[in-house]
Protein backbone atom coordinates (compact mmCIF):
# COMPACT_ATOMS: atom_id res chain seq x y z
CA UNK A 1 0.00 0.00 0.00
CA UNK A 2 2.85 2.27 0.93
CA UNK A 3 4.69 1.17 -2.37
CA UNK A 4 1.83 2.39 -4.29
CA UNK A 5 1.20 5.46 -2.63
CA UNK A 6 5.03 6.66 -3.13
CA UNK A 7 5.00 5.32 -7.10
CA UNK A 8 1.48 7.63 -7.49
CA UNK A 9 3.20 10.45 -5.70
CA UNK A 10 6.24 10.25 -7.78
CA UNK A 11 4.12 9.98 -10.98
CA UNK A 12 2.69 13.12 -9.84
CA UNK A 13 5.80 14.84 -9.03
CA UNK A 14 7.33 13.94 -12.12
CA UNK A 15 5.14 14.75 -15.11
CA UNK A 16 5.88 18.36 -14.60
CA UNK A 17 9.51 17.59 -15.37
CA UNK A 18 10.95 17.46 -18.10
CA UNK A 19 13.27 18.28 -20.36
CA UNK A 20 12.70 22.57 -21.74
CA UNK A 21 12.36 23.66 -24.78
CA UNK A 22 16.14 25.53 -25.98
CA UNK A 23 15.76 27.85 -29.18
CA UNK A 24 18.38 26.62 -30.88
CA UNK A 25 18.79 30.07 -33.84
CA UNK A 26 19.71 31.58 -30.61
CA UNK A 27 22.02 29.33 -28.51
CA UNK A 28 24.19 28.11 -31.08
CA UNK A 29 26.45 29.34 -33.73
CA UNK A 30 26.40 27.73 -37.62
CA UNK A 31 29.89 27.62 -38.32
CA UNK A 32 30.09 24.18 -40.54
CA UNK A 33 30.20 26.13 -43.90
CA UNK A 34 32.99 27.87 -42.47
CA UNK A 35 35.19 25.53 -40.68
CA UNK A 36 34.95 23.35 -44.57
CA UNK A 37 36.22 26.35 -45.66
CA UNK A 38 38.97 26.72 -43.23
CA UNK A 39 39.95 23.13 -43.40
CA UNK A 40 40.70 23.51 -46.96
CA UNK A 41 42.78 26.36 -46.57
CA UNK A 42 45.10 24.79 -44.30
CA UNK A 43 45.17 21.66 -46.13
CA UNK A 44 46.63 23.45 -49.06
CA UNK A 45 49.17 25.05 -46.79
CA UNK A 46 50.41 22.40 -45.20
CA UNK A 47 50.28 19.98 -47.93
CA UNK A 48 48.58 17.63 -44.91
CA UNK A 49 45.60 14.94 -44.53
CA UNK A 50 42.84 16.50 -42.86
CA UNK A 51 41.90 14.79 -39.44
CA UNK A 52 39.30 16.75 -38.33
CA UNK A 53 37.75 20.46 -38.09
CA UNK A 54 35.28 21.24 -35.82
CA UNK A 55 33.90 25.04 -33.89
CA UNK A 56 36.89 25.91 -31.33
CA UNK A 57 35.24 25.98 -27.72
CA UNK A 58 35.15 29.51 -27.19
CA UNK A 59 32.95 29.88 -30.63
CA UNK A 60 35.19 32.21 -32.17
CA UNK A 61 37.09 30.03 -35.11
CA UNK A 62 37.72 26.76 -35.80
CA UNK A 63 40.11 23.78 -34.51
CA UNK A 64 41.97 22.18 -37.73
CA UNK A 65 44.05 19.20 -36.83
CA UNK A 66 45.92 17.61 -39.99
CA UNK A 67 48.75 14.90 -40.40
CA UNK A 68 51.51 16.25 -42.15
CA UNK A 69 54.17 13.68 -43.45
CA UNK A 70 57.67 14.00 -42.79
CA UNK A 71 60.98 14.56 -44.68
CA UNK A 72 62.88 11.59 -45.62
CA UNK A 73 62.88 9.26 -42.78
CA UNK A 74 60.94 11.42 -40.38
CA UNK A 75 57.63 10.55 -38.48
CA UNK A 76 54.46 12.38 -39.83
CA UNK A 77 53.03 14.92 -37.25
CA UNK A 78 49.74 16.05 -36.33
CA UNK A 79 49.62 19.88 -36.37
CA UNK A 80 46.52 21.42 -34.54
CA UNK A 81 45.61 24.89 -35.90
CA UNK A 82 43.15 27.31 -34.62
CA UNK A 83 41.66 29.70 -37.47
CA UNK A 84 39.70 32.57 -36.57
CA UNK A 85 36.40 33.07 -38.18
Known sequence: ???SLILAA?????TGLGPHPIDL???VQLVADDCGEAAARVVAETG???LS????????GCVIIVLVQGQ???????VRVKVPI
Open 1 to 3: MTS
Open 25 to 27: QRH
Open 72 to 78: GSERPRR
Open 48 to 50: GQL
Open 10 to 14: LTVGL
Open 53 to 60: AKPAPDGN
